[in-house]
């Protein structure tokens, strides 16, 4: 164990104990140095991941404080580090109660996880739809069963080589969106028991899978700008069994964080000294906000370990549900999974995007796509410069549509959610993105809906909401 984790799991434990009480100034870095005669970067570690665990909150200029209810929410828990311990999952209910709190179509939807479905080619899309399921042939049922549909497959197959990555065909296996995918690769990988390493924060269907398999989390930081903390991840494939890590390399979800290309080329190469499969979710990687496509992990990848899926949801199709994964050394298993539990994706959705894949002008719809997040995202930003306490901190994704916000000292987030709820505005509030429901201070946003009049008033109740709060 690391000294900071020491120290840090030293102090979890007073907390816990209630020896030291919610709302108590925590010592400051002097004293813990000259107490435990450690550096002032192993005490700055050892809070950011107290923090990170939902025990402390930072107040500007005036130190560290124990979060409310610390003591209780850590006895339910139960689970003290990220890196450190594996834990088994239950986050379902606390995730279906917020999604649930704001399905409403006239709430401001800055918690949802979609962009607004104005800004996909509706029209042209189910032309292309028409068009091919007139085409299709009765024998299709069997022909398209999985791997998939062979023209979306090639189709698929040609935008990895734009992207210099040969990828064959024969090894793309067409889902029912990159969330079945996911799904079926940690089945592929895992059996109950096993100790599965994902984002923290991070998506939590990685976390509702993980508890339906009946495996194990180990909770990895991410950096909201950079990404997963790969000594984290190295000190934790030494530690435990890790069986698979699912993670994100593009635009992550909730923190639009971005691993560089060297970063992704460390995580491959550590992987593979280890021999444990990376799933990876790619699913905004198209709305990168630059010219090009940060290459994703696979583009690496010279052992078939990693899985690396996506889908047409956030970019085209939202409700076709056509998503893949090239499944590298794990195909085979995969397609045999994807027939055992659902069969097919919908053979007529596989030969409309098909067709309008070939015909439809995807990339010019993609072009004007990141530039509709681009200048929304301008005006997210500008507005929570206007509105927002002067304490509050938020993330520039180059990427997606998600912003994470880091709320003023004494704001909890789920509180917020209430709030925000009753006056027709939902957020996603941080603790759905953790096993540990920590992230208590932290509540990600969405920009992918065209700029308003109603959105600008939304940002400005938020801000007075965290005024109010933060008193
Ligand atoms: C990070 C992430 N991965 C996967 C998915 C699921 O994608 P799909 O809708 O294609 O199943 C989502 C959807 O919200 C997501 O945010």
Request: hydrophobic letters at 40%; a neutral charge.
């Amino acid at each position: 164990m690391k000294r900071f984790e020491l120290l840090a799991n030293t102090m979890a434990n007073e907390i816990r104990s209630g020896s030291r009480p919610a709302g108590s100034r925590m010592p400051s870095l002097r004293q813990l140095t000259t107490q435990h005669g450690v550096s002032q970067s192993t005490v700055f570690r050892a809070y950011y991941l107290l923090e990170e665990w939902g025990l402390i909150r930072a107040r500007e200029r005036s130190g560290y404080y124990v979060a409310p209810g610390a003591a209780l929410e850590q006895q339910k828990t139960s689970r003290p580090s990220p890196a450190l311990e594996s834990a088994k999952v239950e986050i379902t209910d606390l995730v279906f109660s917020v999604l649930e709190a704001a399905k409403h179509p006239d709430i401001v939807p800055l918690g949802s996880a979609f962009p607004s479905p104005q800004l996909f080619p509706l029209q042209r899309l189910a032309k292309s739809l028409g068009h091919a399921s007139r085409l299709i042939s009765p024998w299709s049922t069997v022909v398209d069963l999985p791997p998939g549909n062979e023209p979306l497959r090639r189709q698929i197959s040609l935008r990895y080589m734009a992207m210099d990555i040969a990828q064959p065909m024969e090894e793309i296996v067409v889902t029912n969106g990159a969330l079945e995918a996911l799904n079926l690769c940690l089945m592929a990988v895992t059996r109950p028991g096993d100790v599965v390493a994902v984002e923290s924060p991070g998506f939590y269907a990685a976390l509702q899978a993980i508890e339906r398999l009946d495996l194990r989390a180990v909770e990895i930081p991410v950096d909201p700008v950079e990404g997963i903390d790969l000594q984290a991840l190295s000190d934790a494939l030494d530690k435990h069994p890790i069986r698979a890590c699912w993670f994100m390399t593009n635009f992550q979800n909730p923190t639009g964080a971005a691993m560089s290309l060297e970063k992704k080329k460390a995580l491959v190469n550590l992987l593979a000294q280890h021999d444990v499969p990376l799933i990876e979710d790619d699913v905004y990687g198209e709305l990168h906000h630059a010219p090009t496509y940060p290459l994703p992990a696979i583009a690496y990848d010279k052992q078939g370990l990693v899985m690396h899926c996506s889908s047409f949801s956030k970019t085209l199709a939202p409700g076709y549900r056509i998503g893949w994964v090239a499944a590298g050394r794990f195909a085979d298993k995969v397609q045999r999974l994807k027939l055992m539990t659902t069969l097919s994706a919908s053979i007529p959705a596989q030969a409309g995007i098909a067709d309008y894949l070939q015909h439809g002008g995807y990339d010019k719809h993609l072009r004007k796509l990141r530039g509709s997040f681009r200048s929304q995202l301008i005006e997210m930003d500008t507005a929570l410069h206007r509105w927002m306490p002067d304490d509050t901190h938020w993330t520039r994704p180059s990427g997606g549509y998600f912003l994470w916000v880091r709320l003023p000292p004494r704001v909890d987030a789920m509180q917020l959610h209430r709030l925000a709820i009753e006056n027709g505005i939902s957020i996603a509030p941080g603790p759905i993105f953790s096993a540990r429901h920590a992230f208590r201070d932290h509540v990600r946003l969405n920009f992918g809906h065209p700029w308003s009049d109603k959105m600008e008033n939304a940002i400005k109740t938020l801000g007075s909401l965290l005024e109010r709060a933060s008193e």
